[in-house]
């Protein structure tokens, strides 16, 4: 049971005035006229729509009322009983027993106007028809078997019919009702037009022949099927018997038009006009329903118009088919004008199945005044509501933000025998979720789940973003839980995005219980559902479900990206004693692509990033069994694994292997004076990158960066110097790190300057070498210690290029002896499209507390917080 919470009161819109006004005018006739007649009073009488909520309920709930009828009540709740509620007898004796209580008198017409009042609800009207049959003084009719049959035929039971067909074959008594017409109209209408033909062709060889309603309910069976040949046998045969009527026209309209022959339709149809008194009102309906599915509303307009015009032409019904095509069709302005056109000249009211389709539609684009218009007609033209009326009705009141009265109309459903649609469901659970009041919208989706509802895709997914965006996880699992027992499968995104949330959450073992029960139903889960869930299991250091994951997604058919793999086999080589595992994840990769050097590449990268060089170097030795040649990502990748392990001999061993069988390049090289840099050895990694130019290779840029890093780090400048010599030598052009490194350690250790003196040759010194030197003179104190900021910024970009980290060493270059010109240069370093960072600010705050400039120091302190950066603790200190 749902419960009306006070956050829903006074939501009513402003456009829902006329219910209001309608209500009032049905309760108290004289008084509401008078509002509605002098305008001036409007603003004084009208109800106040936040707190007529109840009204408006208490008014529909009154509307939806007239469309029972008591004494089918009774007989419909009787036949509902099932037999697990009466333990003394059996079901069906209870319902004869509770029919027999009511005294009916059965007729053709009463029993026409029970099986036609609950038409949706087949075991019942089943039920009565078999009640009807067994009684004694009645005995069924022609039509009350088509009437079953059309129930039959509608909810597409078409095995049921054939069922019971074979039954009444066996019932000797039926036969005096026409029991070849019967089954002649039973299986046309059950879709078996071949058997019914059979059944005719053996009456016409007995002398016996259909009436006029039979022969055209198998003559539209025909044109249904398709089976025009024979729809024009059967049609000859109609017109020598002097059958032929409106409801031929009609068919035969409908045979073109299936056809594609729309033009000799309209011709057909226009010829009627001269040949019978009374045009049928069907065929105009049936042409212009098929002028609109084939696209061409321009004429269906025209007929529409053309035919309208005309005296004594029935066009109620082509009005009708008119506005649902135009509602289909997503034209509701042009039904909209439409109807109102026809309705304030000639009085056409629609009925309630035509103001539903344009309802809906209406609601699907949101256009809730006219939806309100709609429904207010609806109810002054006492148009009886049906259950899609209903349904309507409720979802209209959600989208409308009135969900009291939505929900007070629903906790009603059974007093009026209104069966909510997934639809309506749909918009009640969109509307608690938007109003975050997830408790009930939850509540209400599993009680709806429980009674069999399955709600759609779009709808668990709303649920489920919102559960999930309130961190509540466990009411996530019990609802897909509740929901994958039924078999219910929720949308990709919603089920990637609840996997995801519990991997967030640190809960993966959730998210795989959640993984193998949608397994169970044999549904593919998606290659990101799979990532989330190896990526979860390998923060929690489970490698073996990672691994087993990861074959399974390769047995779904998804190919695992190269950073995932590497991922998975990471995970695995840092778990304890991963050597089974490792070696079996291996063969299954072998088995599934071959031996190749890709897959053997992984694991060699796999175990390097666990730091186990030993099963790198198994799955090395593997590779060389396998009689594949290892390449050189082979062995750059053995060298890493050696050198982050800080297996430096080893490394060192192995590259004297590979220096043995072939010639060792520029990658290998580089490999291993990053790996050295990276362990802090930098003699060997100078004698290193000695031994590569002496081969004749030039290492790489990225090479020498690392290694001058290495040499100032460790001060020893005479090195970096050095190697700053030979890269120019070989033509490599100082890089923005190089000199920003050099900048770095000119200014806080004057030994660089010196070592830069030792090595100078004047005499064969290149300009841009000389250029460099000035910089570190300048940084060191030695030279210009009064530099300008466009001096120093030229002088810089001479030698370099500049970058923000540049920028910020020539601030703290200038703000150590003039903040006026450091200023000037944070300025410049704007204008030219530097976006400052937290080091550019903490520099000039820094230097104008250094120098006792304190106001403006807080000035600009105050404008580097607003920026979103704080102070660092040397400048917070001072």
């Not at 300009?767 to 060191?780: K, N, P």
Request: hydrophobic share 40%.
């Amino acid at each position: 049971m749902l419960t009306i919470t006070p956050k829903y009161i006074n939501k009513t819109k402003s456009f829902l005035l006329p219910l209001l006004i309608f209500n009032s005018y049905y309760s108290n006739p004289s008084s509401s006229a008078k509002i509605l007649i002098n305008p001036s009073l409007v603003g004084t009488h009208l109800p106040n729509p936040s707190s007529d909520s109840k009204e408006i309920a208490a008014s529909f709930k009154d509307w939806f009322r007239t469309s029972k009828n008591p004494n089918f009540d009774r007989i419909f709740k009787i036949l509902s009983i099932r037999g697990d509620e009466v333990l003394a007898i059996s079901a069906k004796e209870d319902s004869d027993w509770g029919l027999g209580k009511l005294d009916i008198k059965l007729s053709e017409s009463f029993v026409l106007e029970v099986l036609n009042y609950k038409k949706d609800d087949i075991l019942s009207c089943l039920k009565f028809f078999d009640w009807c049959g067994r009684q004694p003084y009645f005995n069924h009719t022609l039509a009350t078997c088509v009437a079953l049959f059309k129930i039959l035929s509608r909810a597409k039971l078409q095995s049921l019919m054939l069922d019971l067909l074979d039954s009444f074959k066996k019932q000797r008594k039926l036969h005096t009702i026409r029991f070849n017409d019967m089954l002649v109209v039973g299986y046309a209408l059950a879709g078996k037009v071949y058997i019914a033909l059979q059944v005719y062709g053996k009456m016409r060889f007995h002398g016996l022949d259909l009436d006029s309603a039979s022969y055209h309910i198998l003559l539209n069976s025909l044109v249904e099927e398709g089976c025009f040949d024979e729809m024009n046998v059967v049609l000859d045969q109609i017109r020598r018997r002097g059958y032929e009527d409106k409801f031929t026209h009609s068919i035969v309209i409908k045979s073109l038009c299936k056809q594609c022959q729309l033009d000799e339709a309209e011709e057909y149809l226009r010829g009627l006009l001269s040949r019978v008194k009374v045009l049928p009102h069907h065929a105009i309906g049936i042409l212009v329903e098929a002028f609109c599915k084939s696209g061409r509303f321009s004429c269906g307009a025209k007929l529409i118009q053309e035919f309208g015009e005309m005296e004594g032409v029935p066009v109620q019904e082509a009005y009708g088919i008119w506005i649902k095509c135009l509602a289909l069709a997503g034209k509701t302005d042009t039904a909209l004008k439409f109807l109102n056109d026809k309705k304030s000249v000639e009085g056409y009211i629609p009925d309630a199945i035509r103001y539903n389709i344009l309802i809906f539609r209406l609601l699907k684009k949101n256009q809730l005044k006219e939806v309100s218009d709609l429904l207010l007609d609806m109810k002054e033209n006492r148009i009886v509501p049906d259950k899609v009326t209903m349904n309507a009705v409720l979802c209209f009141f959600c989208k409308a933000g009135m969900m009291d009265v939505a929900l007070e109309l629903y906790e009603l459903r059974t007093e009026f025998g209104f069966t909510p649609h997934s639809l309506m469901f749909n918009y009640v659970i969109n509307t608690l979720c938007s109003e975050d009041n997830i408790d009930e919208a939850f509540q209400m989706l599993k009680n709806l789940m429980q009674q069999g509802y399955i709600p759609g895709k779009r709808t668990f997914s709303i649920l489920a973003d919102a559960l999930c965006r309130q961190g509540r996880l466990d009411e996530m699992k019990d609802l897909f839980m509740f929901a994958l027992e039924r078999k219910l499968i929720p949308s990709d995104s919603a089920y990637e995005k609840f996997i995801r949330s519990l991997c967030r959450a640190k809960r993966v073992q959730d998210g795989y219980l959640l993984h193998g029960e949608f397994n169970r139903l044999n549904k593919t889960p998606s290659k990101s559902t799979y990532s989330y869930l190896i990526y979860g299991f390998n923060h929690a250091r489970r490698g073996d479900l990672a691994a087993r994951l990861l074959i399974e997604m390769q047995e779904k058919g998804h190919t695992p990206s190269d950073k995932l793999f590497k991922y998975v086999l990471r995970c695995v080589c840092q778990m304890d004693n991963p050597e089974r595992l490792f070696l079996h994840l291996l063969e299954i990769q072998c088995s599934r692509k071959g031996y190749d050097q890709r897959t053997f590449n992984y694991f060699i990268y796999g175990a390097g990033a666990a730091s186990r060089p030993d099963l790198g170097r198994g799955v090395y030795d593997m590779m060389l069994k396998s009689g594949i040649v290892p390449n050189v990502n082979s062995e750059i990748l053995m060298l890493r694994c050696y050198l982050r392990s800080g297996k430096i001999a080893d490394a060192l061993n192995f590259f004297e292997d590979v220096k043995k069988r072939k010639m060792v390049g520029r990658k290998i090289y580089t490999t291993m004076v990053i790996g050295l840099c990276k362990s802090r050895k930098a003699d060997s990694a100078l004698a290193m990158l000695k031994q590569a130019r002496e081969n004749g290779l030039v290492p790489s840029l990225f090479c020498y960066e690392t290694l001058i890093k290495l040499c100032c780090s460790e001060t020893k400048y005479d090195e970096a110097v050095q190697l700053i010599k030979e890269m120019e030598k070989i033509g490599r052009k100082v890089s923005s790190f190089v000199g920003n490194l050099l900048m770095l350690h000119s200014l806080y250790d004057h030994n660089l300057y010196k070592a830069w003196l030792r090595s100078s040759d004047q005499s064969n010194e290149k300009l841009s070498h000389a250029m460099l030197g000035q910089v570190i003179a300048t940084f060191s104190g030695h030279v210009n210690t009064d530099a300008k900021a466009e001096d120093l910024e030229e002088l810089v970009q001479n030698c370099f290029p500049l970058d923000l980290y540049s920028y910020n060493m020539m601030l703290r270059k200038l703000s150590i002896n003039n903040m006026d010109e450091a200023c000037r240069l944070f300025k410049r370093m704007c204008r030219k499209g530097y976006q400052p960072n937290r080091w550019s600010y903490d520099t000039i705050v820094h230097g104008f507390y250094m120098h006792g400039r304190k106001a403006e120091a807080q000035l600009w302190a105050d404008e580097m917080l607003w920026q979103g950066y704080a102070p660092t603790e040397c400048t917070r200190d001072i």
